[in-house]
């Protein structure tokens, strides 16, 4: 992979060299395109904490970084900490792949792209910040990170690619927001520390193998009332025998003790009174606030009349 990477990145400079402008600050390499925007491409520091400046500087023109370039610290072991600045938007592919003693990232909001392998074999990662204005986990994105015990994804996100997960062993916890309509193949593959996880409602497509081999996992909840439509083959291949389903009775599940894709259906979920009150409360509210504008209507016709 670290070769495809580096071939992938050297053909990337080829690309660009006709069209932008080069140059090194410090320890990065970085490309200018058109727009006066610096890339970086390369990075031969001695690693360990860095932040990433948020300005690239040619003799005396600045350029402010906005992106992290294809491979840039492809292979860079030597780093453990990395701070990125508010001014990237992309980080691109094999971005930090097989960066083997990184134990953490600090991610932006402002980042809308993350590529694909981007984190991949990652192994000393423990955690990741998704940034709040990602649309798509990219596929293989965080393939490998053995350290990583914990994800939450933000509500921008719409789907989680292919492999986005897979051999993450330590991997106990992991949020997916009401936002994500698919989960990609093999994206939880071989996840053994997963004990249960929650499908939000709008999922509608489950690729194959999405949480084969997570063989601790005995618990997915749907909150859905209508089951996802797509779920492919051998989607909990290799959990544990007594894995259950767990969907609300007015769903389209099956009824427990029936099959939906080879999971049999436990018991179903129970409608929770704070979400009864809650709703009382929301209709008692909405009721006065129709009596009070009726009545603002009616004093200001009648002082309208007078």
Partial sequence: MILIASIISAAF????????????YGDYRFFVDAQGRATI?????PGGDITIPAKMLNGTVEYPTVGIGVGAFNGCTSLTTVTIPGSITTIGDYAFYGCDHLTSITIPDNVTYIGTYAFEECTSLTSIRIPDNLTAIGYATFASCFSLTSVTIPDSVKTIGGYAFIYCPSLRTITIPESVTSIGERAFFNCPSLSSITIPSNVTTIGDYAFSMCTSLTSITFLGL?????????????????IRGHAYAASNFPA?????????????IPVSPVSDNAMLILVAAIAIAA???AVLFVMRKRKGEQ
């Avoid at 400079?13 to 090194?24: E, N, Q, R």
């Avoid at 491409?41 to 520091?45: A, D, H, L, T």
């Fill in 41 to 45: 491409i390369g990075y031969s520091g």
């Fill in 13 to 24: 400079l080829v690309i660009v060299a006709d069209d932008t402008a080069a140059g090194m």
């Fill in 226 to 242: 209508v089951a996802p439509t797509t779920v492919g083959a051998d989607w909990i291949l290799g959990t544990d025998a007594g």
């Fill in 291 to 293: 009596v009070l504008v």
């Fill in 256 to 268: 427990p003790g029936d099959v939906f894709h080879g999971l049999t259906m436990g018991e179903v």
